[in-house]
């Protein structure tokens, strides 16, 4: 296994400490956006599967970076599916997001469903999507592109929503809400995630798109007050509106993105994880390592602190 990451603002090396001296298991520091890098890898490394993770994917910071957001997620993944190509890879798994569909009240989203991204970071998404698509279309290449919801659980740069009110709750600061809070998420947990790509891995087929979701769906307002009464250990909905502070809204923040996931059910995979066991495992992980990353505090704040390694 050879895992290839550039270590931007949001990687820690603390994070691959339990596998880091695993025989079949190899660290790589490099740049998808990086032809002749991306090609000699190809070549030396003898790939034959590739997962496909690598993105800026902080929707909040998108709106700030979009040229970068566009330049890493589309122009990197044309370059790593070029490659993949060329070196005859067996399978090529593209992991997009239940973004790209855009927000929706009460229609259910299928993986036939039309794009229609809301913000930099979605459109990004859906149009690094179109390419790998092509890649089927044109050549037979394998590809098998997934969107999943939110996931959750230890390891997760603190600048997502869960481990960023969680964090704020550990050091005793409210949780910063955008706009009304109503803005409903499904969340799953990341060894849920893990079982769905290593099922697409065995089972899905090429030129298929797999939707991986779940039922459990929470406004982000009730996010804040579960997590509230878990840490803070009170039902009084006075006590928790003091640990509750609402900023200005993103420029665009969709309520709602459900997904029909029926494809993925049929493959054999569910989530496993109840919301009480995985919220319990991600509060305990991060109230110890926290500061597995330098820079975890400006991970906090209610808008993107600029990090030198995004300009």
Not at 186 to 198: G, I, R
Not at 215 to 238: C, D, G, P, R, Y
Request: glycine share 4%.
């Amino acid at each position: 296994i050879i895992n290839l990451d550039k270590l931007d603002y949001c990687a820690s090396l603390k994070n691959l400490e339990t596998i880091s001296e695993k025989q079949n298991y190899k660290f790589i520091q490099g740049d998808i956006c990086e032809p002749h890098f991306i090609k000699l890898l190809f070549e030396t490394e003898k790939i034959d599967i590739v997962l496909h993770f690598a993105a800026q994917t902080h929707v909040d910071l998108s709106f700030w970076r979009t040229l970068e957001f566009t330049y890493v997620n589309v122009y990197g993944t044309h370059v790593l599916v070029t490659a993949a190509y060329e070196a005859s890879v067996e399978k090529f798994i593209y992991v997009s997001t239940d973004e790209v569909y855009g927000g929706s009240l009460d229609e259910e989203f299928d993986e036939a469903s039309p794009k229609r991204p809301t913000n930099p970071y979605a459109s990004s998404k859906a149009a690094a999507e179109c390419f790998v698509q092509s890649y089927w279309e044109r050549y037979q290449f394998p590809v098998v592109i997934t969107r999943s919801s939110n996931v959750y659980g230890p390891h997760q740069y603190p600048e997502k929503v869960i481990p960023k009110f969680i964090s704020l709750l550990h050091q005793n600061r409210k949780c910063c809400i955008h706009g009304s809070g109503l803005q409903r998420r499904n969340f799953l947990y990341a060894t849920d995630v893990v079982e769905a790509f290593l099922t697409v891995l065995k089972k899905g087929k090429p030129g298929e798109i797999y939707n991986i979701g779940t039922n459990f769906e929470m406004s982000i307002v009730q996010l804040a007050k579960e997590l509230i009464h878990l840490m803070k250990k009170t039902t009084s909905e006075s006590e928790m509106e003091h640990w509750v502070d609402y900023v200005k809204d993103r420029p665009t923040n969709d309520l709602r993105y459900p997904m029909n996931s029926e494809k993925m059910h049929n493959l054999g995979w569910r989530p496993k994880v109840p919301w009480k066991e995985g919220i319990k495992k991600t509060i305990e992980w991060y109230r110890d390592n926290f500061h597995n990353w330098k820079n975890a505090e400006k991970a906090l704040e209610p808008f993107p602190i600029f990090h030198e390694a995004c300009i």
